[in-house]
């Protein structure tokens, strides 16, 4: 998540740190892909945020408005609140008070930041600005069980449960519950990655290599996107910015491109050359898209890949060992910085865009 809402264009946040990246980015992921060729790097690395103190423990999700950067922990049932223009730690909010329990997702609508609590079967809603707690909503009426994925476009909030089988739709402005939708009249089994943008919800089945477009009201089926056009391979991780939707194929270590407006295919990304490796969550601007890697054998991949939105082609791959990576598995971008968590390390990387 990741911020599943079309991107906004604030004021840049102001760069405190600027360590320009000297390195041209010719990499070996560890003999798995051989030698990835890309530009010199035009992200420039602003600090590695790390330490006991920040709370990070399973980190599983970010997201941020441009003032404020969530994280969810989920071994330590918090959340984390940094300054997004500093890496300052403001606040970890903790289970006791907000009722995080294995929070799993995390959605920041701006207004709202959403968090989807996979054990506690229940969703912590804060206020975007301050941090403090609107509400916990959970009970029968909300239909919650084994929250998982969440989304929220500021209007809407969706909600998987029970193992992705169902979903469940919350007002985003009064918190109360709209429907429930069972999955299966989607055309698809199961939700293993959600997002949405300001018309449109996209749910992906990664088993049958679908992904469900849905109206965001009244939530009814657009269609279904599968079969060999769309060359889904183990779809892991979604994002819609209005204009395009970006699925990443983990087991192809691919990038499908599909029109938010059509739900058609636009096109593939895949290649030793592009860094793709194993492929785990995915951001973009309107410039740029930013895909982690994984890495087929953890610590050996861990990477950023940077393409260009009206092109899909290769800016460059940002490494481990120039930025900090480890096992990276949730990025967010806002306000002209990239924010990667390292769940390996219980760190984040920030990043200044271009």
């Not at 809402?5 to 000297?22: D, N, S, Y």
């Not at 404020?68 to 300054?83: F, I, Q, R």
């Not at 969440?150 to 985003?172: H, K, M, P, Q």
């Amino acid at each position: 998540m990741k911020i599943s809402v079309a991107p906004h264009t604030p004021k840049e946040i102001p760069m405190k740190f600027r360590i320009r990246a000297t390195i041209a980015l010719t990499l070996a992921l560890s003999g798995l892909l051989g030698a990835v060729s890309a530009s010199a790097a035009t992200s420039s690395l602003v600090k590695v945020v790390q330490g006991k103190s920040y709370g990070f423990n399973a980190v599983t999700a970010i997201g941020s408005n441009g003032a404020n950067v969530w994280v969810a922990n989920s071994a330590g049932n918090s959340v984390t609140e940094l300054d997004a223009s500093t890496g300052a730690k403001l606040n970890v909010f903790k289970k006791a008070q907000f009722g995080f329990d294995g929070p799993a997702r995390l959605s920041d609508d701006w207004t709202h930041v959403w968090v989807a609590n996979d054990a506690g079967n229940s969703v912590t809603e804060l206020n975007a600005t301050t941090g403090a707690l609107v509400r916990v909503i959970k009970g029968s009426t909300y239909k919650l069980r084994g929250t998982g994925q969440i989304t929220s476009n500021g209007i809407d909030v969706w909600i998987s449960n029970l193992r992705g089988t169902t979903l469940a739709e919350v007002s985003a402005t009064t918190g109360n519950f709209i429907k429930d939708v069972k999955v299966s009249s989607l055309g698809i089994a199961q939700v293993n990655a959600l997002t949405s943008d300001s018309t449109h919800v996209w749910a992906v089945d990664s088993t049958a290599n679908a992904v469900a477009e849905l109206n965001d009201e009244p939530g009814s089926l657009v269609k279904v996107l599968k079969g060999s056009d769309y060359r889904f391979d183990g779809p892991l991780a979604i994002w819609s910015d209005g204009s395009h939707v970006w699925v990443a194929n983990e087991r192809s270590s691919s990038l499908t491109e599909v029109d938010a407006k059509t739900g058609a295919f636009v096109r593939l990304i895949k290649g030793k050359k592009d860094g793709l490796n194993v492929v785990t969550s995915i951001t973009s601007s309107a410039k740029d898209v930013w895909v982690t890697n994984l890495g087929a054998t953890v610590g050996a991949g861990d990477s950023v890949s940077e393409f260009n939105v009206s092109s899909c082609s290769l800016v460059s791959v940002l490494s481990s060992a120039q930025y900090g990576f480890s096992a990276p598995n949730a990025i967010t971008y806002i306000g002209g910085r990239i924010w990667v968590a390292n769940n390996g390390t219980n760190s984040m990387t920030e990043i200044a865009a271009g």
